[in-house]
């Protein structure tokens, strides 16, 4: 590849791309910092990529979606060659798995299932996946079974709850489910109050643990992604505060001056004119 070009390949052809990673680990001319890493030290950008790409969505940002969606692209090339330089797969194994995975898990496209609608999609997707692990000869037989324990713990709550739900133990309505957060609400109450909270540090993860599992529950059950909820919130009260700074810099003072009164007060002030521009 000559010096001063990346690759002789169109932009958008996916061996540009491959091209270029190969060249950026290659061990006499890559990059130092690409040449450094392996699995482990990529993987938190992968998951990062990740969440920039619903960021993007969140947003209806089809121009910056574009971009995220280059940058987890090429999360899946970086594991890919590094994969490739092991003799373990290439980027053509990768790209081959998930597409027979694809049509072996789609047979109502791509054979003769019958299905009804997307409920029973997603029963022959789970079912096709237990006899996938059964052949791969993994014993657990849960219905908990092949859930990762590398998810966001409030995705893996929700899967949890999902699969235990298909053996029917659910509550059928929403209302136990709130019935259960308020218990669960009064029992971390109790457990601030029975000791200083450095003294009582184990009882407390244990008990806002089962607040924040119930909270993933309520939102299953309201058909709400729990990550969309508080990535919503997050954004809410960002704005919300940076609201507040420029308040108080309008009155030639800034937050950390004021007293959790006049704090309060502008907060309010934020919220009002945010009904009011509504």
């Not at 235990?164 to 309505?173: E, L």
């Amino acid at each position: 590849m000559p010096a001063n070009e990346p690759t002789d390949l169109a932009p958008n052809d996916i061996r540009s791309l491959l091209k270029i990673m190969a060249r950026l680990r290659d061990p006499q001319a890559g990059c130092p910092w690409d040449l450094q890493q392996d699995f482990a030290s990529i993987a938190p950008y992968t998951v990062e990529e990740a969440y920039e790409v619903a960021d993007a969505i969140d947003r209806n940002d089809l121009a910056d979606l574009k971009d995220e969606l280059g940058d987890l692209l090429l999360q899946v090339v970086f594991h890919a060659q590094m994969a490739s330089e092991q003799g373990a797969f290439d980027f053509g194994d990768v790209v081959a798995s998930i597409s027979n995975k694809m049509v072996r898990r789609h047979p109502h496209i791509f054979a003769d299932t019958a299905v009804n609608d997307a409920g029973d999609v997603s029963s022959n997707w789970e079912e096709i996946k237990r006899r996938e692990r059964a052949a791969k000869g993994e014993a657990d037989t849960s219905a908990l079974a092949g859930i990762s324990r590398g998810l966001p713990e409030w995705q893996r709550a929700v899967k949890l709850q999902s699969r235990a739900a298909r053996t029917g133990f659910d509550w059928p309505q929403v209302a136990p489910v709130l019935d259960k957060l308020r218990e669960e609400i009064d029992e971390v109450q109790a457990e601030f109050a029975a000791a200083p909270v450095a003294d009582n540090q184990e009882r407390l993860r244990e008990e806002i643990g089962d607040v924040l599992f119930v909270c993933a529950n309520l939102a299953r059950h309201a058909k709400v992604d729990v990550g969309t909820a508080l990535r919503h919130a997050n954004h809410k009260f960002e704005r919300r505060f940076r609201a507040m700074e420029a308040l108080a810099a309008g009155q030639g003072g800034n937050m950390a001056d004021l007293t959790l009164e006049q704090q309060e007060a502008l907060w309010q002030a934020v919220k009002r004119d945010e009904k009011a521009g509504q």
